[in-house]
């Protein structure tokens, strides 16, 4: 009798360890797979073992594949650059900016063959420029091409995913393309730089790429989504903290490589091309704070270059400071 209810004893305790583990919530992450600290701590397990999820992380290539799977309510949380963000939010898809990823700065540029002719912005018109169509790289473009007077129709925009960019700029099938890391970095092997996001940001057209997350999922999930946000706080931190130490035969600097596919080699000049925030800067103006009229101001000029049919009045609930302001 007393092996039996040791027996039944023992039984329970694992049907009751099972039933924790099975209420660990699976949660569909979408990223683009850029060469970020965040990818250490990604690699390291610290994002589930932070918030208790068992996260699946799946790469996208561009923004309008991540508006679809918000949409459709297959990914609850995701990276996405801050153009699709005020097209998808026009288009009254459910969810919330909560963290800055990364500032793009010269992370995402315009780099021509050099045998393409062109020097300078200026010298694009009739050219073939290959970008994701929607994307921060893609309202740069236009921007930039609006501040030196050039009509989006005067030149041929090749729209590609940016997975196939590099193979079309191989094939001679491009003259330039506007595209962000690694991509960009193994095009300038063989091409030449023409501007960066820093400098369209600088003519009235600012790009970045944030986390946003499901709407109702965040109501749901406050405390766990808090700790991803302190999560990828410290491992920006851990980088701003001494950007110098990030060689390429460091450790962070390997696992990056490793885990995104990039040339360890080139990691560290990837990394300084972005503008990583603090989660205490975050809710400035400049970023979350002003994240709502940097959303209005992106929609009203993708409605007049034609991107989108319709802005709304007001982008405030697209916007979440909650998570900031908890995990800060």
């Not at 040791?6 to 683009?32: K, P, Q, R, Y």
């Not at 091409?191 to 790009?207: K, L, S």
Request: no cysteine; hydrophobic share 50%.
């Amino acid at each position: 009798m007393k092996k039996t209810l040791t027996h039944l004893l023992t039984g329970a305790a694992v049907l009751a360890l099972t039933a924790g583990a099975s209420l660990a919530e699976n949660v569909i992450i979408g990223h683009f797979g850029s060469p970020t600290p965040m990818q250490v701590a990604r690699a390291e397990g610290k994002f589930d073992a932070a918030t208790g999820w068992t996260i699946e992380w799946r790469q996208f290539g561009s923004g309008t594949e991540v508006i679809a799977a918000m949409a459709s309510g297959d990914v609850q949380v995701a990276e996405l650059g801050s153009s699709p963000l005020a097209i998808g939010a026009s288009q009254g898809v459910e969810y919330q900016l909560f963290m800055i990823a990364q500032g793009l700065g010269t992370a995402e540029s315009l780099i021509a063959t050099k045998d393409s002719g062109i020097t300078k912005l200026e010298d694009v018109t009739g050219k073939r420029i290959a970008v994701p169509v929607g994307s921060t790289a893609h309202y740069s473009l236009m921007g930039g091409l609006a501040h030196v007077g050039i009509a989006e129709s005067d030149v041929t925009i090749v729209n590609l995913p940016a997975d196939q960019i590099a193979a079309a700029w191989d094939s001679g099938q491009v003259d330039a393309a506007f595209i962000w890391e690694p991509v960009q970095n193994q095009i300038l092997q063989t091409g030449t730089f023409i501007v960066g996001a820093d400098q369209t940001a600088a003519w009235g057209y600012p790009t970045f790429d944030g986390w946003v997350v499901n709407t109702d999922f965040a109501a749901e999930n406050a405390e766990a989504l808090t700790a991803f946000a302190k999560t990828m706080n410290e491992a920006n931190m851990a980088y701003l903290a001494d950007p110098a130490a990030w060689t390429a035969d460091s450790a962070p600097v390997k696992t990056i490589a490793e885990i995104t596919g990039a040339a360890a080699d080139q990691v560290p000049g990837i990394l300084k091309g972005f503008t990583f925030i603090p989660l205490a800067d975050q809710l400035s103006d400049t970023w979350l704070g002003g994240a709502a009229a940097t959303m209005k101001t992106t929609a009203d000029f993708l409605v007049k270059a034609g991107r989108i049919d319709a802005a709304v009045d007001d982008y405030a609930a697209f916007v979440n400071t909650s998570v900031a302001e908890a995990a800060k």
